[in-house]
C-alpha cells in the first residue's frame, strides 16, 4: 500500500534551535519527494524537490536528504526563526498512475521566542 | 492573479443544502486537481482533471460529491445534501503535466 508517515506529529522548539523532521514511504514506484510548508490559512508551497539520485538539498535554512534504499527522508532546519511556524508536509510522487501524489499528515512545528 | 485562486475563502452552510466551490487555476496549467483536508489529517485525494480527458474521479468520497472543470480552465466542486463530516478545507491545485502542483489558499467549508 502506498504510504507517507511522518513525524513527530508536532514539536514544539525555541527561536533559533534547529529541528528535523522525519518522513518513511512506502510508494512504489517511486519518482521524486517534496517537501510543503503550510501555513495557516494558507494553501502548501514547495520547498524542495528530490529524485531518486539526489541525497541533499538546500533551499536556505531548509535541507532536505533522501535515503532511496530505506525510503526515508528529513527536513532540517536551521536557525529556526517565529516564520517557521507551519505544517510541513512530504510528498511522494509515484511514476504512474493519474493520482501519482501520496501525501504524508505533516507535522506542525511551533516556534517561540 | 498569478498563482491559483479559490473562492469563496470561508463557507458556512446548514447540513442538507448544496454547495459550489470555486477554483481558479493558473492560466496554462493543464491539470487541476482537487483535495480534502480535514483537521489533523493529511490531503485527500478528490479528482484529477487533465486537458481534455475524462476526469479521474476515483477519490470522491460519495455520489454527493462531483466537479466540473469548464472550457480547461476554471473547475467547480459541487458537494449536495451536505452532511458535518464534509467539514474541511477543500484545496484547489495546478500544474503543467507532470509539473509541480501549485496550491490555491483553500475554500474552508463548515456545515452547521
Redesign the interface.
Given at each position: 500500500k502506498n504510504q507517507v508517515e511522518q513525524s513527530p506529529q508536532s514539536l514544539i522548539i525555541l527561536e533559533g534551535k534547529n529541528c528535523t523532521l522525519q518522513c518513511n514511504y512506502t510508494v512504489s514506484p517511486f519518482s521524486n519527494l517534496r517537501w510543503y510548508k503550510q501555513d495557516t490559512g494558507r494553501g502548501p508551497v514547495s520547498l524542495t524537490i528530490m529524485t531518486f539520485s539526489e541525497n541533499t538539498k538546500s533551499n536556505g535554512r531548509y535541507t532536505a536528504t533522501l535515503d532511496a534504499d530505506t525510503k526515508q527522508s528529513s527536513l532540517h532546519i536551521t536557525a529556526s526563526q517565529l516564520s517557521d511556524s507551519a505544517s510541513y508536509i512530504c510528498v511522494v510522487t509515484k511514476r504512474t498512475g493519474n493520482t501519482p501524489l501520496v501525501f504524508g499528515k505533516g507535522t506542525r512545528l511551533s516556534v517561540i521566542a | 492573479g498569478a498563482g491559483?485562486s479559490q473562492s469563496p475563502s470561508n463557507k458556512v452552510t446548514e447540513k442538507g443544502k448544496d454547495v459550489e466551490l470555486r477554483c481558479d487555476p493558473i492560466s496554462g496549467h493543464t491539470a487541476l486537481?482537487w483535495?480534502r483536508q480535514s483537521l489533523?489529517?493529511?490531503?485527500?485525494?478528490l479528482i484529477?482533471f487533465?486537458g481534455n480527458s475524462a476526469p479521474?474521479k476515483?477519490?470522491l468520497p460519495s455520489d454527493r460529491f462531483s466537479a466540473e472543470r469548464t472550457g480547461g480552465s476554471v473547475s467547480t466542486l459541487t458537494i449536495q445534501r451536505t452532511q458535518q463530516e464534509d467539514s474541511a478545507v477543500y484545496?484547489c491545485?495546478s500544474s503543467v503535466l507532470g509539473g509541480?502542483?501549485f496550491?490555491?489558499?483553500?475554500t474552508?467549508l463548515t456545515v452547521l
Open positions: - | 491559483v486537481y483535495y489533523g489529517q493529511g490531503l485527500e485525494f484529477y487533465q479521474d476515483s477519490g484545496l491545485a509541480e502542483q496550491f490555491g489558499p483553500g474552508r
